[in-house]
Protein backbone atom coordinates (compact mmCIF):
# COMPACT_ATOMS: atom_id res chain seq x y z
CA UNK A 1 0.00 0.00 0.00
CA UNK A 2 1.92 3.34 -0.89
CA UNK A 3 1.49 6.42 0.80
CA UNK A 4 -1.01 7.60 -1.46
CA UNK A 5 -3.74 5.50 -0.41
CA UNK A 6 -2.84 4.84 3.45
CA UNK A 7 -5.75 5.62 5.27
CA UNK A 8 -3.36 6.66 7.97
CA UNK A 9 -1.13 9.15 6.15
CA UNK A 10 -5.11 10.49 3.89
CA UNK A 11 -5.67 11.19 7.78
CA UNK A 12 -2.37 13.54 8.08
CA UNK A 13 -3.79 14.91 4.83
CA UNK A 14 -7.23 16.10 6.58
CA UNK A 15 -8.47 13.33 3.80
CA UNK A 16 -10.67 11.30 6.18
CA UNK A 17 -13.33 11.72 9.02
CA UNK A 18 -11.66 9.76 11.60
CA UNK A 19 -11.87 11.90 14.82
CA UNK A 20 -8.99 12.71 16.00
CA UNK A 21 -8.71 13.37 19.45
CA UNK A 22 -4.60 14.94 19.33
CA UNK A 23 -2.02 16.09 16.72
CA UNK A 24 0.76 17.45 17.03
CA UNK A 25 4.09 18.39 14.41
CA UNK A 26 5.28 14.08 15.07
CA UNK A 27 1.84 12.15 15.53
CA UNK A 28 -2.11 11.68 15.60
CA UNK A 29 -3.91 10.44 17.69
CA UNK A 30 -7.72 9.48 16.48
CA UNK A 31 -10.66 7.43 17.77
CA UNK A 32 -10.90 3.49 16.12
CA UNK A 33 -13.97 3.37 13.87
CA UNK A 34 -14.40 0.38 14.61
CA UNK A 35 -13.30 0.02 18.33
CA UNK A 36 -12.43 -3.10 20.42
CA UNK A 37 -13.58 -1.15 23.82
CA UNK A 38 -15.57 2.21 24.82
CA UNK A 39 -12.06 4.89 23.62
CA UNK A 40 -10.37 2.75 21.85
CA UNK A 41 -7.45 5.14 20.30
CA UNK A 42 -5.11 4.84 17.72
CA UNK A 43 -2.03 6.49 17.36
CA UNK A 44 0.45 6.74 14.59
CA UNK A 45 3.31 8.86 13.39
CA UNK A 46 2.54 11.12 10.41
CA UNK A 47 5.30 9.93 8.42
CA UNK A 48 4.82 7.22 6.84
CA UNK A 49 6.81 4.18 8.36
CA UNK A 50 5.61 0.76 7.95
CA UNK A 51 6.93 -1.16 10.80
CA UNK A 52 8.33 0.05 14.23
CA UNK A 53 12.07 -0.79 13.34
CA UNK A 54 11.72 1.59 10.45
CA UNK A 55 11.73 4.79 13.05
CA UNK A 56 14.73 6.74 13.91
CA UNK A 57 15.83 6.16 17.58
CA UNK A 58 15.18 9.53 18.33
CA UNK A 59 12.02 10.09 16.90
CA UNK A 60 10.63 6.76 19.10
CA UNK A 61 11.12 8.27 22.40
CA UNK A 62 9.47 11.02 21.59
CA UNK A 63 6.03 9.38 20.24
CA UNK A 64 6.27 6.79 23.47
CA UNK A 65 6.10 9.60 25.86
CA UNK A 66 3.35 11.25 23.64
CA UNK A 67 1.65 7.71 23.99
CA UNK A 68 1.82 7.50 27.37
CA UNK A 69 0.03 10.73 27.95
CA UNK A 70 -2.25 9.93 25.64
CA UNK A 71 -2.88 6.59 27.79
CA UNK A 72 -3.58 8.31 30.58
CA UNK A 73 -6.02 10.51 29.35
CA UNK A 74 -7.99 7.35 27.55
CA UNK A 75 -7.38 5.60 30.71
CA UNK A 76 -9.03 8.74 32.65
CA UNK A 77 -11.46 9.80 30.07
CA UNK A 78 -13.09 6.03 30.18
CA UNK A 79 -12.86 5.56 34.26
CA UNK A 80 -11.28 2.81 33.02
CA UNK A 81 -9.24 0.26 35.36
CA UNK A 82 -6.61 -0.52 32.90
CA UNK A 83 -5.08 -0.35 29.17
CA UNK A 84 -3.95 -2.70 26.45
CA UNK A 85 -1.41 -1.03 24.27
CA UNK A 86 -1.47 -3.51 21.15
CA UNK A 87 1.45 -2.64 18.43
CA UNK A 88 0.21 -5.38 14.82
CA UNK A 89 4.16 -5.03 13.58
CA UNK A 90 3.84 -6.93 10.32
CA UNK A 91 1.40 -9.25 8.36
CA UNK A 92 1.79 -12.15 10.57
CA UNK A 93 1.20 -10.06 13.84
CA UNK A 94 -2.18 -9.18 12.44
CA UNK A 95 -1.21 -5.72 10.36
CA UNK A 96 -3.44 -4.68 8.13
CA UNK A 97 -2.69 -1.14 7.60
CA UNK A 98 1.11 -1.14 6.38
CA UNK A 99 1.63 2.05 8.28
CA UNK A 100 2.68 1.99 12.52
CA UNK A 101 0.03 2.16 14.85
CA UNK A 102 -0.45 1.71 18.78
CA UNK A 103 -3.51 0.52 19.47
CA UNK A 104 -4.56 1.71 23.12
CA UNK A 105 -7.31 -0.37 24.40
CA UNK A 106 -8.88 1.17 27.78
CA UNK A 107 -10.39 -1.54 29.93
CA UNK A 108 -12.82 -2.36 32.36
CA UNK A 109 -12.70 -6.19 34.16
CA UNK A 110 -15.05 -8.43 32.50
CA UNK A 111 -15.63 -6.25 29.88
CA UNK A 112 -15.49 -9.57 27.59
CA UNK A 113 -11.93 -8.79 25.25
CA UNK A 114 -9.55 -11.81 25.54
CA UNK A 115 -5.72 -11.27 24.60
CA UNK A 116 -4.90 -14.61 26.21
CA UNK A 117 -2.87 -17.27 24.16
CA UNK A 118 -2.01 -20.60 24.65
CA UNK A 119 2.02 -20.81 26.18
CA UNK A 120 4.21 -22.94 23.50
CA UNK A 121 6.03 -25.95 25.63
CA UNK A 122 9.34 -26.35 23.99
CA UNK A 123 12.38 -28.18 25.03
CA UNK A 124 15.52 -26.95 26.78
CA UNK A 125 17.53 -27.49 23.61
CA UNK A 126 14.80 -24.97 21.87
CA UNK A 127 14.90 -22.60 24.88
CA UNK A 128 18.84 -23.05 24.74
CA UNK A 129 18.86 -22.53 20.82
CA UNK A 130 16.84 -19.01 20.91
CA UNK A 131 18.19 -17.72 24.32
CA UNK A 132 21.78 -17.76 22.19
CA UNK A 133 20.72 -16.55 18.88
CA UNK A 134 18.64 -13.42 20.74
CA UNK A 135 21.55 -13.11 22.80
CA UNK A 136 23.72 -12.64 19.91
CA UNK A 137 21.92 -10.38 18.19
CA UNK A 138 21.37 -7.98 21.46
CA UNK A 139 25.04 -7.53 21.58
CA UNK A 140 24.41 -4.79 18.68
CA UNK A 141 22.56 -3.03 20.76
CA UNK A 142 24.06 0.15 22.12
CA UNK A 143 24.08 2.61 19.11
CA UNK A 144 21.53 4.56 18.82
CA UNK A 145 20.52 6.93 15.87
CA UNK A 146 20.53 10.76 16.94
CA UNK A 147 18.76 13.90 15.35
CA UNK A 148 21.27 15.39 13.20
CA UNK A 149 21.72 18.91 14.92
CA UNK A 150 21.79 22.03 12.45
CA UNK A 151 23.53 24.69 13.23
CA UNK A 152 22.14 27.77 14.93
CA UNK A 153 21.61 30.92 12.56
CA UNK A 154 24.25 33.43 13.13
CA UNK A 155 22.91 36.79 13.39
CA UNK A 156 25.69 39.75 12.61
CA UNK A 157 25.36 42.55 15.09
CA UNK A 158 25.07 45.58 14.05
CA UNK A 159 25.58 48.58 15.74
CA UNK A 160 24.58 52.22 15.00
CA UNK A 161 26.63 54.91 16.02
CA UNK A 162 25.60 57.89 18.02
CA UNK A 163 25.02 60.84 15.90
CA UNK A 164 27.83 62.85 16.04
CA UNK A 165 28.01 66.59 15.79
CA UNK A 166 26.83 68.21 12.93
CA UNK A 167 25.41 64.91 11.65
CA UNK A 168 21.76 64.43 11.08
CA UNK A 169 19.95 62.21 13.25
CA UNK A 170 18.27 58.98 11.76
CA UNK A 171 14.86 57.91 11.33
CA UNK A 172 14.83 55.59 13.68
CA UNK A 173 16.53 57.48 16.63
CA UNK A 174 13.86 59.73 15.77
CA UNK A 175 11.11 57.76 16.34
CA UNK A 176 11.92 56.42 19.09
CA UNK A 177 12.45 59.90 20.85
CA UNK A 178 8.66 60.41 19.69
CA UNK A 179 7.27 57.60 22.10
CA UNK A 180 6.37 58.52 25.17
Known amino acids: MAESTCIFCQTVK ?5 QKIYED ?3 IAVLHPTPAAKGHILVFPKKHYQIIEQI ?3 EIGEIFKKINKLSVAGFEGVKAAGT ?3 IQNGVAAGQKIPHVCVNIIPRIE ?3 LNF ?3 PKQLTEEEMSTVELKIKEETEKIGGFEKEEKKEPVKIEEKREKIKEEGEEESYLIKQ ?3 IP
Open 25 to 27: EKI
Open 116 to 118: QWQ
Open 110 to 112: NDG
Open 84 to 86: NMI
Open 56 to 58: PDY
Open 14 to 18: GKTKL
Open 176 to 178: LRR
